[in-house]
C-alpha cells in the first residue's frame, strides 16, 4: 500500500522530540511526528506538559514496537528481521490511541494478507481479549477477529491453556461471532468466506453496509431437473 510520506521540507525540520518505549527514549523530528497525528501535533505545539518537556511515554509498547514505529515514521516499513504478530497488535492499539491513521492502516493491511495466506491460522483468545480490551469494537480489527472465529472456528481447534481461555473470553467478541453466524446461518451460503477473500478497503471503508462484498451465489434452476426415468419431471 502506498502511504502518503511527509515532504522533505517537513522532515528537514530541526526540532527533535522523543517517544519513550519500555524506557528507551526515540529522537523523531516533531514535524514527522506532528504530520501522521493530531494527537501529537496538539500535545507538542499546545500548553500541554509534552510541548515544555519535548518528551512523550508510551506506555504498554516495548522498545522493539519503538523501533519498528520510528522505522515506519521515517521509511514507511517495519524492521522486517524482527517484527511480529505481537508487535502488530501492541503498536495498532498505540496508533488508535494517538490517531496515527495511516500506521493503523498499515497494520492492519499487513494482519488482513497474512491471514489470507493462511486460513487456518485463528487468534489466540489471550490476544482476543487484549485488542477487545483496548480498541473499539468498530475497530477492523475487532471485526476481522469476530469474522474470523465465525467462519472457520470449530471446537477440536481449542486446545490445553486455550480451553481455559475460552471461559474468559471478552464478551463483546462472543456477542459479534454470534450476530456474525447468524448472519452467515440466515443467508445464501457464499462461496468464498469475507475475511480470506475481502480486500483490505471492503474492512476499512466499512460504515454502512460496504462489509459483504461481491459473492458468487449458486444459482437456483427455475425447473427441477429431477425425472423419473423417462424424461418427466417429478
Known amino acids: 500500500m502506498r502511504l502518503t510520506r511527509p515532504s522533505a521540507a517537513i522532515a528537514s525540520s530541526c526540532d527533535v522530540v522523543k517517544l519513550t518505549f519500555g524506557g528507551k527514549d ?45 522505522s515506519w515514521l521515517y521509511c514507511g516499513r517495519f524492521t522486517e528481521e524482527v517484527h511480529s504478530y505481537k508487535n502488530d497488535l501492541r503498536i495498532s492499539v498505540f496508533a488508535d490511541k494517538f490517531g496515527v491513521l495511516a500506521l493503523a492502516r498499515a ?31 468498530s475497530s477492523p480489527i475487532c471485526k476481522l477477529f469476530m469474522d474470523r472465529h465465525a467462519e472457520h472456528w470449530t471446537p477440536d481447534r481449542d486446545e490445553g491453556e486455550e480451553i481455559v481461555h475460552r471461559r474468559s473470553v471478552d464478551h463483546d467478541f462472543l456477542e459479534g461471532v454470534m450476530l456474525r453466524l447468524s448472519e452467515i446461518r440466515d443467508r445464501e451460503r457464499a462461496i468464498k468466506c469475507r475475511c480470506c477473500h475481502s480486500f483490505f478497503q471492503d474492512y476499512w471503508d466499512e460504515g454502512n453496509t460496504a462489509l459483504e462484498g461481491p459473492n458468487e451465489r449458486v444459482p437456483t434452476p427455475a425447473v427441477s431437473s429431477w425425472n423419473d426415468g423417462d424424461g418427466r419431471p417429478l
Open 107 to 137: 497494520i492492519f493491511e499487513g494482519i488482513l494478507l497474512d491471514w489470507q495466506a493462511n486460513p487456518a491460522w485463528l487468534p489466540t483468545y489471550r490476544d482476543v481479549n487484549y485488542i477487545f480490551e483496548n480498541l473499539p469494537i
Open 26 to 70: 526515540f529522537a523523531v523530528h516533531k514535524s514527522i511526528l506532528c504530520h501522521f497525528s493530531p494527537y501529537f501535533s496538539a500535545a507538542f505545539d499546545g500548553g500541554f506538559r509534552e510541548a515544555t518537556e519535548g518528551i512523550q511515554p508510551i506506555q504498554d509498547l516495548t522498545d522493539e514496537d519503538g523501533q519498528h514505529v520510528v
